[in-house]
């Protein structure tokens, strides 16, 4: 189970897109709240000098603390758009791997299809 925390009111959840149930705010209705959102999970990788590690939840935890003290988070917007710019990629190719998939059992069922027919065939003798 993963950890997270509520970019608007620091409150704990369980999944980084899943709605606060402290304050109802609903990440996945938009972009910029659902890259906050990731960033403020252990799913999230930072990229450092020495390599990436997930946040920990101690960080996590410090960060939540500060959010429901009131002070507000102040995000590197790059990290921001270079997130929202995956998830566009990602949504972009969706599409297009599910025709793959579709194509494949297509393809698949065929052989399957034949088999199935020689074994029915070869049974009834
Ligand atoms: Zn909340």
Known sequence: ???AICIACGREKSE???PCTFCGLCPESDNVA???SLMFSDQFLVLRDCGEYHVSRAELERIAERIRNGQP???DDRVISDLIWQK????RDKPRF???MLQLALWLFVPVAVVW???FLVESL
């Not at 566009?88 to 949504?91: E, G, K, R, W, Y």
């Open 1 to 3: 189970m993963s950890f």
């Open 88 to 91: 566009v990629q990602l949504d």
């Open 16 to 18: 980084p897109f899943a």
């Open 117 to 119: 027919l020689l074994v």
């Open 98 to 100: 599910a025709s793959g």
């Open 34 to 36: 659902m890259a906050k």
């Open 73 to 75: 988070h102040v995000f």
